[in-house]
C-alpha cells in the first residue's frame, strides 16, 4: 500500500519533462495555548506549559490528475480537544483522477450522501471531527442529471481507521434533466444504502456483522418554493452488549419548505430522528466513528450570550420544527428607515418523541408517534428577533432579542439542574470613524433565575482596514447566587491580517463551557493563559 | 510513520523547487446551485472582466457585512471594472436551506453556489470564512484575503481596478 | 438494460444486510473451560475505570458480571474509581447522597499514566494490553473481543496467595513460580479490593430516577500495598522454569484504611475524608505481575483476605 502511494508521488515528476504546468497549493494552521492555574474560574495548568494543534494541507494538481497530503501534529493536543488526538502524522492522503465524467479517488476522502442523514464524511477542525473515510470512491454521471456514487473503505478515528468496513452507493437523478422538460417545476430524486461489515464473536447474542441504512429523497422546486425530505432507516444494530442488547431498527425523516422572493424569505424545518446513530464501528461512544449527521433543528447564533445554551441533537430520539421569516423593511418611511431595515424573526422547539425511542422501550415493536408536540418533555425552544439598521453613513446596529428554554438535564447527560429559561439581549454597534478606521462595540446581556444566573458581556473591536484588529472583551457573571463565582473572563485579542496570512494573539480567560457546531458540540474546560493562532494560505 | 513523514518531506521539498508556479486556475469541481442543480465552478465566466470569489456562510457575521457593505457599492463596481462577484456559502444542512430566503431578503445581486460539504474549499484551502479571492481575465487566482474588517472593500476594488486598467 | 442489472447489483452488494430474528440471544454460550493441564491457569485481570456519579457505569459493571460467567475464575476484576467528575463525593448539603469518596491514590497514579478518565468513562482495561499507544483503554462492548483473543493463552507465571490476618492486622505472602523460560523486567503489585459495598450510586438503567440507595459495588478497589507501581521479582532478568519467588508483607488495616481518609482530606482532591469503614470480610487480595516496558500484565491471581 505504502509503495503506491509512493509511487504517485513520484508520478508527478514524469509530468515535470513534458510541461511544468502542475500546481501546488495548500493551507497551514497553527493554535498555540499556554495554561495557568487558576482556581477562582477552575483552570488547571498544563504539564507541558505550552499545547498546540497544528496542521499543513498540500495539493498538487495537474490536468485531471490531483494528489493530495495532510500532515497533522498535536504535541500535545489543546485541552478543549480529545486527548486521544497525540503525536503527529499523515492521516490524511489520497489521489484523484478525472477521466470523461468518471472521478477516482484512492486514499482519504470526505462525502455527503443527501443531506447527511444516512452518511456524511466531514471535517469541523474547531471541533475536532474529522471522520474521513480511507478507501476507494467513484463518481460518476453517465448521462446530464444522473449521479452515481459509491465507495468502500474505513473510517477514520484520531490516527487509526475503524474496525468496520463500510460501504456506500448514492444515486441522485435530476427529472427535468432525463426527461428534458423545461417545465417551472422541477424534481430531483435521490437514493443510498450504506452499510456496515464488522466481525462479532458474541457468545450471549446472534450480533449481525452486517448492518445496513437506507435513505430516500426528494427535492422539489418551483419558482420561489423549494421543498426537501428525506428519509432514512437503519435496520438491527445491537451494540454488541453481553447483558442488553437493542435491536429495534432506527429512523429519522426531515423535512424542509422554503419560499423566497425579493425582499421576503420563508423557511420551515421539521424532523423526527429515533434511534438514529450509525457508527463505522458498533464498540465507538461519543462522537467516535460516527457515520450520519443529523443537525440539530436550531438556529446557530453568532454572539456570545445568545449561544450560552446551545442545543445538541438528541440522536436517539426527538421531533422538532423551525420557522424563520427574513424581511427586508422598506426604506423611506420611518419603520424602514433612510437605508432600509432587515428583519430576521426565528423560532425553534425540540421535544422528546410520544412514548419514549425505540432504544429505551423492550417492545421492539415500539413506535413513537409521528409527531407530538404537545406534552412531551420539552428539550429546547428559542425564540429570536435580529433586527439590522444602518442609522446613517456612519453607524449601523445591529439588535437581537431572544427568549430561550434548554433542559439541560437531558443535553448535557446531567440530573438535577431542569430546564434553564433565559432572556437576553444584544445591542451590536459599529461606528465608522474616518476612511478605514472603524470601532464595534458590543453589550450583550442574559438573565436566568437558574444555573448560573445572570451574565453580562461587553466587547469593544477597534479594526484598521486592511491588516489590523483589537479586542478587548469582557464576560461577567454578575447574577450568580455564590458570591465566590460571580467571575469576570477578561480576554484581549491582536490580529494582524495580510492577504492570506493571519497572525492572531490573545491573553484571557475562557470560560468553561460548551462550544457547538451544526449541532455537534465539544465540551471546553476553563482556561487562562496566552493564546496563539498562525494560518495561511498559498 | 517514518517512512510517510519522509516521502511526505520529498515530496514537499522537490515539487517546491521543481515547478515553476503557473497562475492559478479554478478547479476542475462541482457545486450546487440554490436551485439544486450541479454547477462545475471552472466554467465561471465573466467574459474576460474579474471575477471576485467571496466564501461566507449565514452563521458568519463578517462574511454578511462584507457581502452587505459590498452590495451597497455593488452596481458602481460593475459599471466601472465590469467585475462580477460569486458569493459561495459553505451553511451545512443545518443552515444550507436558508440561504436563498436570506439572500433574497438581502437584496444581493450576486451569482451564489452552495458548497456544504467544503469540497471546493479544500482545494483552493480554505479553512475559515470569510475568504476572498479575485481572478482575472483569464479566471486565474492573483490575489486573495482572509477576514474582513470594516473597509477592506476599499482595498478589494484597488485590486479590480487595477486588473482592468 | 445491462448496465442497470450491474447497478442493481452492485446496490445489492452495498446494501448487504443481516436481519436477525428473534429470538436474539443464543443459549448463554457454554462457559469457557478453565481447567488446564498444569495448575496454573492464565488469568486476566479487567480493570473498570468508574465512578458512583457516571450513570453509564454500572452498564460496564454488569458486562463484568456476565465476562465473570462466561469466563468463571479465569477473571480477576477490579472496579477503580477515578477522576473530580463522576467520582468525587458531593457537598454536605446534599446527603445522604454519594457523600462516599471510593477514590485512592494509587488509583490517580494509574489513571494519570494511562490517562483512562480522559477517555470518558466507563472504560477499561484487559490485562493492560495496548499501552502506550490509545488502543489500551478499552470501550465496554469491546472487553469481550479483548478477553477472547488473550483467553487461550498459556501463563508464564504462577501466583499463589496465603494471608494470615489478627484482628486489623497480619501478613500477606505471595509465592511465584516461574513456568517458562522468560526474559525481562518484571513488577509485582499487591492489592487490596473490597467487595459488595452499599452506597449510591447513578445509573441510567434505574430511568427515570438515576439514583440507586442501595447499590451493589462489587470488587472496589481499596489499596496497594506495595504501591502503584510494585516492586521487582528479582534482580536479574532471566528467569528459569520451576524457579521460586517468595515475597512477604505485614499489612495493618488501620493504617491503610487511614491512609486513604487523609488522602479523601487533601484539599486538591476535593474530598471529604469519608473513605473508611472498611469490611475486612469481604476483601480480597489481588496479586499481578506485569512487564515494566509495556506494563501488559503476565498473570494475576485472587484470593480471599480472611477464609470465610
Not at chain 1, 432600509?340 to 418523541?353: E, H, M, Q
Request: glycine content about 8%.
Amino acid at each position: 500500500m505504502r509503495k503506491i502511494i509512493a509511487f504517485l508521488f513520484v508520478l508527478p515528476f514524469f509530468g515535470l519533462a513534458q510541461n511544468n504546468s502542475g500546481e501546488i497549493h495548500g493551507d497551514f494552521d497553527l493554535s498555540l495555548q499556554t495554561y495557568n492555574e487558576d482556581e477562582s474560574i477552575g483552570a488547571l495548568a498544563a504539564d507541558e506549559v505550552i499545547l498546540n494543534n497544528a496542521y499543513f494541507n498540500l495539493l498538487y494538481t495537474k490536468g485531471k490528475f490531483t494528489v493530495g497530503v495532510r500532515y497533522e501534529s498535536y504535541l500535545n493536543a489543546l485541552k478543549d480537544f480529545d486527548p486521544r488526538y497525540n503525536g503527529n502524522g499523515i492521516p490524511y492522503r489520497f489521489a484523484q483522477y478525472n477521466n470523461d465524467g468518471l472521478e477516482i479517488t484512492a486514499g482519504s476522502f470526505y462525502e455527503q450522501f443527501g443531506s447527511g442523514l444516512i452518511l456524511r464524511s466531514y471535517e469541523e477542525k474547531t471541533l475536532g471531527i474529522d471522520n474521513a473515510m480511507d478507501g476507494i470512491r467513484l463518481r460518476y454521471s453517465p448521462i446530464s442529471g444522473v449521479y452515481l456514487k459509491t465507495f468502500i473503505g474505513r473510517e477514520r478515528k484520531f490516527f487509526e481507521y475503524s474496525k468496520g468496513i463500510v460501504r456506500g452507493a448514492d444515486g441522485e437523478v435530476n427529472i427535468n434533466d432525463i426527461l428534458k422538460l423545461t417545465t417551472k417545476t422541477k424534481a430531483i430524486l435521490g437514493g443510498s444504502v450504506v452499510s456496515r461489515f464488522q466481525n462479532a464473536t458474541n457468545p450471549n447474542f446472534n450480533i449481525p456483522e452486517n448492518v445496513s441504512a437506507f435513505a430516500g429523497r426528494m427535492n422539489i422546486i418551483s419558482g420561489g418554493l423549494n421543498w426537501y425530505s428525506e428519509y432514512a432507516c437503519k435496520i438491527n444494530d445491537p451494540i454488541g452488549s453481553l447483558t442488553e442488547n437493542n435491536y429495534a431498527n432506527g429512523s429519522a425523516i426531515t423535512s424542509n419548505l422554503t419560499y423566497s422572493q425579493k425582499g421576503i424569505g420563508i423557511s420551515l424545518e421539521a424532523h423526527r430522528v429515533d434511534n438514529m446513530v450509525f457508527r463505522a464501528d458498533r464498540d465507538a461512544v461519543g462522537k467516535d466513528l460516527l457515520l450520519n449527521y443529523i443537525p440539530s433543528i436550531s438556529k446557530q447564533h453568532a454572539y456570545t450570550l445568545v449561544s450560552l445554551y446551545p442545543y445538541a441533537t438528541q440522536p436517539n430520539g426527538e421531533a422538532g420544527f423551525q420557522i424563520d421569516l427574513f424581511y427586508k423593511l422598506e426604506k423611506g418611511n420611518w419603520i424602514g428607515g433612510k437605508y432600509g431595515t432587515k428583519l430576521d424573526v426565528n423560532f425553534s422547539r425540540i421535544n422528546a418523541l410520544n412514548g419514549g425511542p425505540s432504544y429505551l422501550s423492550d417492545d421492539i415493536n415500539h413506535e413513537p408517534m409521528l409527531v407530538s408536540l404537545k406534552g412531551e418533555a420539552l428539550y429546547y425552544q428559542d425564540f429570536n428577533v435580529e433586527i439590522t439598521r444602518k442609522i446613517n453613513r456612519k453607524v449601523k446596529i445591529v439588535v437581537v432579542l431572544a427568549k430561550q428554554s434548554y433542559n439541560k438535564d437531558v443535553v448535557q447527560q446531567q440530573t438535577g439542574y431542569g430546564i434553564i429559561e433565559s432572556d437576553i439581549a444584544v445591542l451590536d454597534l459599529t461606528y465608522k470613524i474616518k476612511k478605514g478606521h472603524s470601532i464595534r462595540v458590543e453589550l450583550q446581556e442574559l438573565k436566568t433565575e437558574q444555573d448560573d444566573g445572570d451574565w453580562s458581556m461587553g466587547l469593544a473591536e477597534y479594526t484598521i482596514s486592511p491588516h489590523w484588529f483589537f479586542a478587548i472583551q469582557d464576560l461577567y457573571n454578575w447574577g450568580n447566587k455564590n458570591p465566590d463565582k460571580q467571575l469576570h473572563y477578561f480576554n484581549a485579542d491582536v490580529g494582524y491580517i495580510k492577504g492570506a496570512n493571519r497572525f492572531t494573539i490573545g491573553y484571557g480567560k475562557k470560560r468553561e463551557g460548551i462550544f457547538c457546531v451544526g449541532g455537534v458540540c465539544k465540551t471546553v474546560p476553563s482556561s487562562n493563559g496566552l493564546t496563539l493562532s498562525i494560518s495561511s494560505s498559498f | 510513520m517514518r517512512k510517510q513523514i519522509l516521502t511526505f518531506l520529498v515530496v514537499l521539498l522537490t515539487t517546491t523547487f521543481s515547478f515553476s508556479q503557473n497562475a492559478r486556475e479554478l478547479p476542475n469541481i462541482e457545486v450546487k446551485t440554490l436551485k439544486g442543480d450541479a454547477f462545475n465552478i471552472s466554467e465561471l465566466n465573466n467574459d474576460g472582466s474579474p471575477i471576485v470569489i467571496s466564501f461566507w456562510a449565514t452563521w458568519c457575521k463578517p462574511c454578511k457585512k462584507e457581502l452587505n457593505n459590498i452590495s451597497e457599492v455593488y452596481e458602481d463596481w460593475q459599471e466601472g471594472t465590469g467585475v462580477k462577484l460569486v458569493a459561495i456559502s459553505i451553511d451545512d444542512t443545518r443552515s444550507m436551506s436558508k440561504v436563498a430566503p436570506y439572500i433574497n431578503s438581502s437584496d444581493w445581486e450576486y451569482e451564489v453556489y452552495l458548497d456544504p460539504n467544503k469540497d471546493l474549499c479544500r482545494l483552493l484551502g480554505v479553512s475559515t470564512v470569510p475568504h476572498t479571492f479575485l481572478l482575472n481575465g483569464k479566471k486565474e487566482i492573483v490575489w486573495q484575503h482572509r477576514g474582513y474588517v470594516e473597509g477592506d472593500e476599499d482595498e478589494l476594488y484597488n485590486k479590480i481596478v487595477e486588473l482592468v486598467k | 438494460m445491462k448496465n442497470l442489472l450491474n447497478l442493481l447489483l452492485i446496490v445489492a452488494f452495498f446494501g448487504a444486510c443481516d436481519i436477525v430474528e428473534e429470538p436474539f440471544a443464543t443459549n448463554g454460550g457454554t462457559p469457557v473451560d478453565t481447567s488446564s493441564p498444569t495448575t496454573f491457569i492464565k488469568k486476566i485481570l479487567v480493570e473498570d475505570y468508574s465512578g458512583h456519579t457516571c450513570s453509564n457505569c454500572p452498564n460496564a459493571a454488569r458486562e463484568l458480571d456476565a465476562l465473570i460467567d462466561i469466563y468463571g475464575e479465569k477473571i480477576v476484576p477490579i472496579t477503580i474509581h477515578v477522576g473530580k467528575t463522576y467520582a468525587r463525593p458531593f457537598h454536605i448539603s446534599q446527603a445522604p447522597k454519594y457523600q462516599y469518596d471510593f477514590r485512592t491514590e494509587t488509583g490517580k497514579s494509574w489513571d494519570n499514566l494511562f490517562q483512562i478518565t480522559n477517555l470518558g468513562l466507563p472504560k477499561g482495561m484487559i490485562n493492560r494490553i495496548g499501552v502506550p499507544n490509545s488502543t489500551h483503554g478499552a470501550e465496554v462492548t469491546n472487553w469481550n473481543s479483548i478477553v477472547q483473543s488473550v483467553a487461550s493463552d498459556e501463563p508464564d507465571f504462577g501466583i499463589t496467595i496465603s494471608s494470615y490476618i489478627n484482628g486489623n492486622a497480619g501478613s500477606v505472602d505471595v509465592n511465584i513460580k516461574v513456568l517458562n523460560d522468560i526474559q525481562g523486567d518484571f513488577n509485582l503489585v499487591l492489592c487490596l479490593t473490597e467487595d459488595s459495598i452499599i452506597n449510591w450510586q447513578k445509573d441510567v438503567e434505574a430511568f427515570p430516577n438515576v439514583d440507586v440507595e442501595f447499590y451493589i459495588h462489587k470488587h472496589v478497589f481499596r489499596t496497594s500495598i506495595n504501591s502503584a507501581w510494585g516492586e521487582a521479582l528479582q534482580a536479574s532478568s532471566i528467569y528459569n522454569p520451576d524457579e521460586e519467588i517468595d515475597k512477604s508483607y505485614i499489612i495493618n488495616l488501620d493504617n491503610l484504611e487511614q491512609y486513604n481518609i487523609d488522602y479523601s482530606l487533601n484539599t486538591l482532591e476535593l474530598g471529604n475524608g469519608n473513605a473508611g469503614g472498611w469490611n475486612k470480610n469481604n476483601m480480597y487480595v489481588v496479586a499481578f505481575i506485569y512487564d515494566n516496558t509495556t506494563f501488559e500484565i503476565e498473570q494475576v491471581e485472587e484470593a480471599h483476605l480472611i477464609t470465610p
